[in-house]
């Protein structure tokens, strides 16, 4: 395995993230077998881990906590906190109430007094970024988190963040969490290039879209997996569809699955630190290791980018972040009134 610096940390870190969301009720919950998938990825080379509080509602943290039980100081440990955590709407969000209350309850789950890495899983809209770096810099100097972290950022927010740190002397983000794949590659518009200006690693999930890039789902067929349990629109979406049956053939001509060829893209940009995996059985994390050395020659990457433009996405991840202003139709459009003065 060939280790990477997380942006300007000084973190040696894994081309390969194992992600952490499968483990638990919402994937395997056999926590044996999950903390047996964790010890193989280890044993594999593979140094980081990722997960977060709201993975199968803490049960996740439980179980790599359970697997880091004698080898924590081998790994590079990543956590996240901001989605709902029960009914509460004060356990949630970006506020220094929360994250505070976050890490501790994230910190007895995973059965250790430090992360070295929390991030804030998603934009928070409503909160001060001055209230959230100041509480997320509290921690830093408590000795609890070693570095700071964003996840699905826009540039924008990613700039903004990196200005009131330097205005206000606080510690800054130095990693940024976007979705990127061969069909989702609109953060090489603007994220990945402002994550380099500022020296910040990128950890970037899904680089299977969500399952698409697996070969298991097929146009006119129907997949019975366990993601398509959850009924994710991304999955029967026509355009995404039609561009992984465009993509197979470049796969089979690399000599290669269209799995690895998949994740092999995710880390072949200068940008990217790291892809995050999310085995859910020991069968995905073998056939994931397998291809772990996989390398994308310029034929191989121009056919991809015949396929799926540079900087563009095909279609959007269930899970992807919509900012307000394009989520409320309210903040896009006119009120009756302000229509008919016009």
Request: charge should be negative.
């Amino acid at each position: 395995m060939k280790y990477r610096t997380l942006g300007r940390t000084g973190i040696k870190v894994s081309p390969y993230c194992l992600g952490a969301m499968m483990f638990g009720a919402m994937g395997n919950p056999d926590h044996d077998e999950s903390v047996r998938i964790i010890h193989k990825a280890l044993d594999a080379g593979i140094n980081f881990v990722d997960t977060a509080d709201v993975y199968s509602g803490g049960e996740s943290e439980e179980i790599v906590g359970k697997a880091l039980k004698g080898r924590r100081d081998d790994v590079v440990l990543a956590a996240k906190a901001h989605l709902p955590m029960g009914d509460d709407p004060n356990r949630r969000g970006s506020s220094r109430r929360w994250l505070v209350r976050a890490l501790e309850d994230s910190l007895r789950r995973l059965g250790t007094d430090h992360v070295d890495l929390f991030q804030v899983h998603r934009p928070a809209p409503d909160t001060d970024v001055e209230e959230t770096l100041s509480a997320l810099t509290d921690l830093v100097r408590a000795g609890k988190v070693r570095s700071i972290g964003s996840s699905t950022f826009p540039a924008s927010d990613i700039v903004e963040a990196q200005w009131v740190s330097e205005r206000r002397g606080l510690e800054r983000f130095r990693t940024e969490q976007p979705p990127y794949s061969i069909l989702n590659r609109g953060i090489e518009r603007e994220v990945l290039p402002v994550c380099e200006r500022y020296g910040m690693g990128a950890l970037v999930w899904s680089p299977l879209a969500g399952g698409l890039l697996t070969g298991r789902y097929r146009k006119d067929r129907t997949a019975d997996t366990h993601r398509a349990a959850y009924g994710f629109k991304h999955l029967s979406d026509g355009r995404r569809l039609d561009a992984v049956e465009q993509l197979i053939p470049v796969a089979r001509d690399a000599g290669m699955s269209l799995t690895h060829m998949a994740t092999a893209f995710a880390i072949a940009h200068p940008g990217v630190t790291s892809a995050i995996i999310g085995p859910r059985t020991m069968g995905h994390l073998d056939d994931l290791i397998a291809g772990a050395e996989t390398e994308l020659g310029d034929e191989t990457l121009d056919r991809i980018d015949a396929v799926v433009p540079p900087g563009t996405d095909i279609g959007t991840l269930d899970m992807a972040y919509n900012p307000p202003a394009v989520e409320q139709a309210r903040l896009r459009r006119r009120l009756p009134e302000e229509r008919s003065a016009a």
